[in-house]
């Protein structure tokens, strides 16, 4: 079946220092990828989204490019802050079974020292 | 601007006890979602629906049952609480009617103890 496998956490970086949390993905054709967020006490939310292949979503700082060949959404930033801290959650749609339903990978959690 | 509304947000239960975690959303979502989150696993999906009246098993139904009540209200029951049944819960919600943009909005969280 579809999934998302994540690099294991915790990352430490101070501030300034440039980011990348690796996700690739196994799934049956070409679905929609999702970075989500969540801030420490708080629910998920949508960070930023590709739709097809060579697509880059980006939002506050971040980016990721769908990539079809690597089977890839890596997430990147070029100068993290404090209060970038948090847990992020690489996504993908999984649409078997008729339905639409988000697939999620294990997280990365995100430390940012002044 | 409530989105996604989750009831409580803490609870204890001792072993065997039953309870219902509620849930309603208030932006006219078709699918709504239950996952669980546990240290090191990331969210794993419950049970979802995605429609009025109709509900699926996910990666882990084991020891849940689920109503979707109406369009707005998705519950999660747990009949008989068991220790491994400690986790913080999600509730979710989206719109498929755009599937390759879909979005999904969460609640807050209600991180159950059974004791």
């Known amino acids: 079946g579809n999934s998302v496998t994540q690099m294991e956490g915790p990352v430490t970086l101070s501030e300034e220092a440039f980011l990348t949390i690796n996700c690739t993905y196994t799934?049956?054709?070409?679905?929609?990828l999702f970075w989500y967020v969540q801030y420490p006490g708080e629910g998920l939310q949508l960070l930023l989204k590709a739709t097809k292949a060579d697509d880059k979503g980006s939002n506050k700082g971040f980016e990721a490019t769908y990539r079809k060949e690597t089977t890839s959404f890596h997430l990147e930033k070029g100068s993290v802050q404090v209060s970038d801290s948090a847990v992020y959650f690489c996504?993908?749609?999984?649409?078997?079974?008729?339905?639409?339903?988000?697939?999620f990978g294990a997280g990365t959690r995100l430390a940012v020292h002044p | 601007n409530a989105g996604v509304t989750q009831t409580p947000k803490f609870q204890v239960l001792k072993t065997g006890q039953s309870m219902t975690l509620q849930c309603a959303q208030d932006?006219?979502?078709?699918?709504m979602y239950w996952y669980r989150q546990d240290p090191g696993m990331g969210l794993r999906l419950i049970y979802y629906s995605a429609s009025e009246g109709t509900t699926d098993k996910g990666e882990v139904p084991n020891g849940y049952n689920v109503s979707r009540l109406n369009k707005r209200e998705f519950s999660l029951r747990l009949e008989s609480a068991a220790p491994s049944q400690t986790s913080v819960y999600f509730c979710a919600s989206s719109d498929p009617d755009y599937p390759r943009n879909t979005e999904a909005f969460f609640g807050q969280g209600t991180r159950l103890t059974v004791v």
């Open positions: 932006m006219n979502h078709n699918s």
């Open positions: 996504a993908l749609i999984d649409g078997s079974g008729g339905y639409n339903k988000l697939i």
């Open positions: 799934a049956t054709g070409y679905p929609s």
